[in-house]
């Protein structure tokens, strides 16, 4: 079982950065591949942002024009989504979910572990 917990979110104005906080209990956290996924009110979540077991192999959503980076420390169970140039567009809840077993995961029923949501509300 894994708990996750993010933080970071808030309210920013457009041109603007956050750095999204995800940690984690799981002793065993290099055995999950991490992510970060946002949600529109009554929409499906979608993935931002997937980084590999170790660390080295990032993968982005095409929306993302190279604005967010997603990282991971396993010795602090912790994993980053820095999100630069934040346009109203952004705005919505994120979330941290963690998976093991899949290939190349991107979709929401493919993680069995979530945080529960921080918001980011990006003004004009």
């Known amino acids: 079982q894994v708990q996750l917990v993010e933080s970071g979110g808030g309210s920013v104005q457009a041109g603007g950065s956050l750095r999204l906080s995800c940690g984690a209990s799981?002793?065993?956290?290099?055995?999950?591949?991490m992510a970060w996924f946002r949600q529109y009110p009554g929409n499906e979540r979608e993935i931002v942002a997937r980084?590999?077991?170790?660390?080295?192999?990032?993968y982005y959503a095409e929306f993302v024009k190279g604005r967010f980076t997603i990282s991971r420390d396993n010795a602090r169970s912790t994993v980053y989504l820095q999100i630069n140039s934040l346009q109203p567009d952004d705005t919505a809840v994120y979330y941290c979910?963690?998976?093991?077993?899949?290939?190349?995961?991107?979709?929401?029923?493919?993680?069995?572990?979530w945080g529960q949501g921080t918001q980011v509300t990006v003004s004009s």
């Open positions: 979910a963690a998976t093991a077993g899949y290939y190349r995961p991107t979709h929401q029923s493919t993680f069995n572990f």
């Open positions: 980084i590999s077991e170790d660390g080295t192999t990032p």
């Open positions: 799981a002793r065993t956290f290099t055995r999950y591949i």
